[in-house]
């Protein structure tokens, strides 16, 4: 995934491979979805470990500089602009959209609040089992609130609608699913409060939904 725009020093021990008359090593790298995935590496080195580096990834600057802080409280209903960010690894994008998704039978016909609100559409080729991931555009400081939690309100109507997940993380690499559900949940807008009591006191935490699309068209989520 992201790691921001800047390079980040990574040690790797070999310590377990001393003595070994010869060794070779390589890069394996896989492609994101899109164009926008170019990953680069430089000034490759192997030589005697330096006296009490750790061996373990190094990044030059604070996770804050990888992630933007966001003040809390915190709300958005997308009127301005979609403002989370499409994320990686993902088959297709989700959107803002404001009144009735594109199929019938499907979606919700108005937003909870204000006028807009962020969806899955999952016609065209965005479906069976496509996954589309919505990430917080910075990450979350707790520390001021004793009992934090999420809230949002999702919309899952139409026969085949696939699932939803709320996950977290506070490392930008590895994700916790907090909550989940799957399937038609009526033509309604539903209330979600999720307890964060587990990051209480965390200063840098993100959020993104994990979507995935059901067998056919009429299973959009927002």
Known sequence: GNQGDQWISTFVSLSSYAGVGSLALRFYGVSGTGFTGDIAID??????????????????????????????????????TLEWRNDAPSDFDWERSSGETLSSGTGPSFAIDGSYYAYMEVSFDNNPNKTAILRSSGCFDLSTLSIPEFRFQYHMYGSTVGSLALEASTDNLSWNQLWSLSGDQGDQWRAARVSLSSYAGATFIAFRFFGMSGSDFRGDIA
């Open 43 to 80: 000034d490759i080195q192997v030589s005697e470990a330096i006296p009490h580096e750790s061996p373990t990834e190094t990044p030059t600057t604070s996770p804050t500089s990888i992630c933007s802080l966001l003040s809390v409280p915190y709300s958005t209903s997308f009127e301005t």
